[in-house]
Every structure is written in C-alpha cells, then in structure tokens.
C-alpha cells in the first residue's frame, strides 16, 4: 500500500500542531504533565526514551502520533514504517525551516540593535 503526498503532508502538520499545541501557554500544555505523572512510575530510562515520541520531539513524534493520526486509513504493516520515515522527514524539513527563519530573525534584531547604537553614540 502506497501512501500519498497527501496524507503524508497532513499526518505531519497535525504532528507539528501538536507539538506547538504541547508547549506552556498553550491549549494541550497539560499534556506533557499527565504523561509524566503516567511514566514517572518507570525507571528515568524508559521516561527519557518515552518522553521525545509523545511530546518532546517533534521528530519523534511521527511514530506515536502518525500511528494515532493515520490509524483509519490503514493496517498496521510494513509500510507503516515507510510513512514514518515519510513523516518524520518532513517534521525535519518543517522545523529545519522554522529554525532557520527564527536564526534569520536574532541576527537581524542584533543588527538594528548595533545600527541604533552606532547611531545614538554619533548624535553624541
């Protein structure tokens, strides 16, 4: 079974949503709280392997969540992993991008920041 471009576009935003949703201040920012008050009864190695797939990375996440967000479309098979992969990369490329435009942001913040200084120390 082959999945679409579609499905895949729409399993990681519904993940990147999620991801962004989870954060403090946000409408599921309980989330990250009940599942660690579910997983602090195990040891502090499984909570760290479990904490990045249901919230802390949104790479990660494509298991957990794509499994739950695809979960009517399909069996459970081989090319689930495939749609995994598919999704998973596309997180990457989504936060790759965001990361790289929020970089973009500070530095050019920093740099009106110096040009106001420059300018403030020249009417002196």
């Not at 990147?16 to 599942?35: E, N, Q, S, T």
């Not at 936060?95 to 920041?113: M, P």
Request: with cysteine.
């Amino acid at each position: 079974m082959e999945f679409s471009l579609e499905l895949t576009l729409l399993t990681s935003l519904k993940i990147i949503f999620m991801y962004g949703a989870m954060k403090p201040g946000m409408v599921f920012d309980f989330l990250p709280r009940v599942f660690d008050w579910v997983l602090h009864w195990l040891p502090m190695e499984a909570q760290l392997y479990l904490k990045k797939p249901l919230y802390d990375c949104v790479f990660c996440m494509a298991s957990v969540w794509g499994l739950l967000f695809t979960y009517q479309y399909f069996e459970i098979t081989v090319d689930y992993v495939f749609l995994i992969l598919q999704v998973g990369g596309v997180n990457y490329l989504v936060a790759t991008i965001i990361g790289w435009y929020h970089d973009q942001e500070e530095k050019n913040e920093r740099l009106h920041e110096q040009a106001l200084f420059k300018e403030k120390e020249a009417t002196k």
